[in-house]
Nanobody, 131 residues
Framework: QLQLVESGGGLVQPGGSLRLSCAASGFTLDYYRIGWFRQAPEKEREGVSCISSSGGSTNYADSVKGRFTISRDNAKNTVYLQMNSLKPEDTAVYYC????????????????????????WGQGTQVTVSS
């Protein structure tokens, strides 16, 4: 059974850091594009970052550029989201999502931040930034 599990969320003060992990089970992530999304209360789910199956291409929402870094370790079947300089407006439930994307697939950075581009979703992890 294909499953994505997020971890690493929690409560952090403004300016602090967290690293989220997205671990896959039941399948290998090697040929999947991964996206990180977030949803705050009463707001639509928004794309935060995405990474190609090889890890060679990434994209970020303008609101997190320069603060967040996406990476992947295919040997560990895990994708990470390093979040630095966190702000209260980063508070949300964070989700990872996957869609099959063989090596050599075309890269459309803006499109790949859209939730409807992904087939598989984790349950989410809460991130709260507050003093």
């Amino acid at each position: 059974q294909l499953q994505l599990v997020e971890s690493g969320g929690g409560l952090v003060q403004p300016g602090g850091s967290l690293r989220l992990s997205c671990a896959a089970s039941g399948f290998t992530l090697d040929y999947y594009r991964i996206g990180w999304f977030r949803q705050a209360p009463e707001k639509e789910r928004e794309g935060v970052s995405c990474i190609s199956s090889s890890g060679g291409s990434t994209n970020y929402a303008d609101s997190v550029k320069g603060r967040f870094t996406i990476s992947r370790d295919n040997a560990k079947n895990t994708v990470y989201l390093q979040m630095n300089s966190l702000k209260p407006e980063d508070t949300a439930v964070y989700y990872c999502a996957a869609v099959i994307a063989p090596l050599g697939s075309m890269w459309y950075p803006a499109r790949f931040l859209q939730p409807n581009e992904y087939d598989y979703w984790g349950q989410g992890t809460q991130v709260t930034v507050s003093s």
